[in-house]
């Protein structure tokens, strides 16, 4: 019986040669520690520290150990998912596996090495990287997870991630190098959509938190801090606080957030609170994440600062209602006063007067002492007429010098001329206009709910034809309307 050993990668093989009587021809005994040889039949022989092996009758040499590895390394070259290459120190392929060549788009290696002769020029996007990469190689003999952006076959670019080593000649040369390389473009596009995400989070004007299911903060943005004035040891890994005390229930985010789950999406607006305990508004909406098991990942909350908002809508409102050289009630505003009081006198069976004015000499003071001097003297009439009347009434501006004054709840026609009586009153006294005293009276029509009109449109023209007759009637300065007032002003 002979013995031969020999060495495969790790492995340490016996040989044993001797005869088996079975009957059929002489046979080699393979005993190996625990492996699997390769074109091997296993076979039991009942030890328990080697599995023997029968394999075709002759010697194994070192020479078919060779061949065996050799076509070990070939089959794990060609059928490798990640890339393998060797390449001179210039930058031409000396090989190539079928998936790099897949990989960067060619249909075989050798296309891929006869067209890609400057790796340099050819492949990379940026040239300096293969520069930094060769001197990687050179100075510390390999170069691990080195990532770069290359050209495919079509012109389309990829990132990519090298491991390599320098393999070098006996005198220490460099021979050339070898690796493997990885496609990874999916995992560079998700780190890039992150950070595309990660600057939007933390650019974007809005205040963001991110809430988990527990309902606790997990992140914030910049901008939530600026909204809120609170930091982030206030805020994270705490539970959300957006509304002012007293304003809502504790659990108030909690429930707006299960509200959420319900309909995809809310969103409001609440009276929230600064750090220093400044009141503001604030409109917020929260979205629900799901996971792929369909449960709730985490809520997204985004609210904003909307008080200048606020103060804008509120200016445009007021500015839509009122007049604004003298802060009265406008055309629009009078008109909506108006018929409400006609309803509420309607329901309580009760009388509205309404009294329209025109101021004598206007045009002529105007003109005299100019449009401020005027203005000045609108302003002036709309505060005596504030001070005549009661504070249920409406004193309102319809333009120029036209002024009307709604005053519900009147008892009869005798009310109504104590009403104009009391107006025509406060006119007694000049006006201070660039020190000097003007006497300014007006003309003023009377006309009552429900014998004069049953609507506002009705009660302000059969108003205004009253104050038309009144100017004719110099001395009384006031009338009220009755319908032969109609006729005379028409003709």
């Known amino acids: ?175 050339y190098f070898e690796g493997t390389v990885a496609d990874i473009t999916a995992r560079k596009e998700a780190e890039e959509k992150k950070r595309s995400y990660a600057a939007v989070f933390d650019r974007l004007g809005e205040g963001i938190l991110i809430i988990n299911r527990s309902m606790i903060v997990q992140a914030a943005n910049p901008a939530f801090y600026n909204v809120t004035g609170l930091s982030a040891d206030q805020v994270i890994d705490r539970s959300p606080v957006l509304s002012a005390p007293g304003m809502h229930e504790r659990d108030y985010v909690t429930r707006v957030c299960r509200s959420a789950e319900e309909k995809g999406h809310w969103q409001g607006e609440t009276t929230g609170i600064r750090h220093n305990n400044e009141i503001f508004a604030l409109w917020f909406s929260v979205t629900v994440i799901w996971n792929a098991d369909g449960l709730v990942d985490h809520y997204v909350l985004v609210c904003s600062d909307i008080s200048q908002r606020k103060k804008q809508e509120e200016r445009i409102r007021y500015h839509a209602s009122f007049d604004a050289l003298t802060n009265l009630p406008n055309r629009w505003l009078m008109t909506d006063r108006l018929e409400q009081a006609i309803q509420r006198a309607i329901r309580c069976r ?16 105007n003109d005299t002492l100019g449009h401020r001097a005027g203005d000045e003297l609108l302003k002036l009439v709309a505060r005596r007429l504030c001070n005549a009347t009661r504070m249920s009434d409406t ?31 406060s006119f007694i006294e000049p006006f201070q206009l660039k020190e000097r005293e003007i006497f300014c009276t007006p003309s003023i029509g009377l006309a009552i709910f429900p014998e004069d009109g049953d609507c506002a449109e009705a009660l302000i023209r059969n108003a205004d034809v009253a104050m038309y007759c009144s100017k004719k009637n110099k001395p009384r300065h006031y009338s009220l309307y009755h319908r032969d007032m109609r006729q005379l002003s028409e003709n």
């Open 1 to 175: 019986m002979t013995d031969r050993w020999c060495k495969v990668r790790t492995q340490t093989i016996k040989t044993v040669v001797e005869p088996v009587e079975d009957g059929a021809s002489r046979r080699l005994r393979l005993v190996v520690g625990n492996v699997d040889p390769y074109q091997a039949i296993a076979l039991s022989h009942g030890s328990s520290s080697a599995q023997e092996i029968v394999c075709r009758e002759r010697d194994v040499t070192p020479e078919d150990v060779m061949i065996q590895e050799r076509d070990v390394y070939r089959s794990f070259f060609e059928n490798a998912v990640i890339g393998i290459y060797q390449t001179t120190v210039s930058g031409q392929y000396l090989r190539a596996n079928p998936a790099l060549a897949r990989m960067y788009g060619y249909d075989t290696p050798n296309e891929l090495m006869s067209r890609l002769t400057d790796i340099a020029g050819q492949l990379y996007v940026d040239p300096r990287r293969r520069a930094a990469f060769s001197k990687l190689m050179r100075e510390e003999g390999v170069v691990r997870d080195f990532e770069a952006q290359i050209f495919r076959k079509d012109g389309s670019t990829i990132w990519i991630k090298e491991n390599a080593r320098c393999v070098r000649r006996p005198d220490g040369s460099i021979h």
């Open 350 to 365: 009760t009388r509205i007067a309404v009294a329209f004015l025109d101021l004598d000499r206007f045009k002529q003071i």
């Open 395 to 425: 004193v309102a501006r319809l333009g120029g010098d036209e002024f009307l004054i709604i005053a519900p709840d009147i008892k009869d026609r005798q009310d109504t001329k104590s009403l104009a009586e009391k107006i025509l009153y």
